[in-house]
């Protein structure tokens, strides 16, 4: 006799939306064999997948599958999928929802597996040529809260709870303000770019341990990922340099916002005083930004994605500069340390010739101190197209220091 899956032992609908149509896909597919096993291990997970691959054929594609109790269901192959549309993801994400109303799910969270690009986007489709802008990738999330809520009135609470960026430098103060505004609580993210396979798909037993204890889910997740090995050849490796959760907490957010625009406008009033207006470049540049490995490029534009804490807590501490302007630094650096819930940082990441991420405790922020730090790779590629610049006056703050 079958046995029927109860839905109240559910815990947990996990996401996986995996982008294999670029460079990435034979390294990151480990990321689906470690679900099935988790999913065997632990009941109260399912995972909802989609996959564009082109494993095993040669050929992309796009499999549509579940993953419990270690088997595999609702098992579908697809013409394959424009993993970088804003649609085929708000489609996904109701899906997703449909099935965790289905299993009962107490928490639904979606991983977004690919190429990452900070507030520049990610979700890389070289068969479309594209990449999804950041705000976009938000959005499509919340339009699939909202599909799922029109078709399922019954349901139309249900939302997206967590969002987990298997994705380079995406623990970023704006995807962070992006998704607050999409409805999402948690971001589990890296603020550096990820060593593929990246974060490991048995993050969602973190998650169903802790449904009702943010920090213990947060700090056992963190965990999962800073003690993840890889390895191959005798070589083993870490995904991330550094690893964040931040709680999206929409007054905490706001709260976020207006310290910074404090701070943005702040600087941008010092325009006429060079003396202050240098202190201020300098304090910056001695806060490295991302891509902290040999082979990085100059013209990156993560080189200006600055840890946001170490940021504001060097410009507070600076004696050069006007009181005010390090008061609401000071107010800056509290208010974006109030939304970590865990994170965990490498000394010497040995992947990148044992970089030290000891001050990328939280997420960036983007801040260039030079003009060809500013959009290098836009329109294409743009960190500064995004809400959380816009309402912090940041373009003001970056005509005068960069």
């Not at 107490?106 to 479309?128: C, F, M, P, R």
């Not at 997206?160 to 999409?182: H, I, T, W």
């Not at 202050?276 to 304090?283: G, L, N, S, T, Y």
Request: hydrophobic fraction near 40%; charge should be negative; aromatic fraction near 6%.
């Amino acid at each position: 006799m079958a046995t029927v899956q109860s839905p109240s032992q559910r815990t947990v609908e996990f996401g996986i939306y995996r982008d294999g149509d670029n460079n990435l896909d034979e390294s990151q597919g480990v990321t689906l064999r470690q679900a099935l096993q988790t999913s065997a291990k632990d009941s109260r997970i399912e995972y909802t997948v989609q996959d564009t691959t082109s494993a095993g054929t040669g050929v992309l594609r796009t499999d549509n599958f579940t993953l419990n109790g270690g088997d595999v269901g609702q098992a579908s192959i697809d013409a394959p999928h424009d993993m970088a549309s804003e649609k085929n993801l708000a489609r996904f994400v109701a899906h997703v929802l449909d099935n965790a109303e289905k299993s009962g799910a107490k928490q639904t969270w979606i991983e977004l597996t690919d190429h990452g690009a900070g507030d520049g986007g990610g979700l890389e489709a070289d068969s479309a040529h594209q990449i999804m802008p950041m705000p976009k990738i938000a959005q499509a999330i919340a339009d699939g809260v909202k599909l799922h809520a029109q078709e399922h009135p019954e349901d139309a609470n249900r939302k997206v709870d967590g969002v987990v960026a298997n994705r380079c430098l995406m623990a970023s103060l704006g995807f962070a303000d992006a998704l607050s505004r999409a409805g999402v609580t948690y971001l589990a993210a890296s603020p550096e770019t990820m060593v593929s396979p990246g974060v490991p798909s048995d993050v969602a037993d973190a998650i169903a341990k802790n449904p009702s204890d943010p920090k213990a889910m947060g700090h056992a997740l963190v965990k999962d990922v800073m003690h993840q090995k890889y390895g191959v050849d005798g070589q083993t490796w870490g995904p991330a340099a550094a690893f964040d959760v931040l709680d999206l907490s929409k007054v905490k957010i706001s709260d976020v916002e207006a310290a910074a625009k404090k701070l943005n406008d702040a600087i941008a009033a010092r325009k006429n005083d060079h003396a202050e207006v240098k202190a201020i470049r300098e304090d910056a540049a001695s806060v490295q930004g991302m891509v902290r490995f040999p082979e990085a490029t100059p013209d990156m534009p993560w080189h200006a994605d600055r840890p946001a804490i170490a940021l504001y807590n060097t410009l507070a501490n600076d004696s050069r500069l006007d009181d005010g302007l390090r008061s609401a630094a000071k107010t800056a650096a509290q208010s974006v340390g109030s939304l970590i819930v865990a994170h965990a940082e490498s000394h010497d990441f040995q992947p990148f010739d044992g970089s030290d991420y000891s001050d990328a405790v939280g997420p960036t922020v983007h801040f260039p101190v030079k003009a060809s730090q500013i959009d290098p790779w836009g329109p294409k590629v743009t960190e500064t197209h995004n809400h959380f610049f816009a309402q912090t006056d940041a373009a003001a703050a970056e005509r005068v220091i960069a």
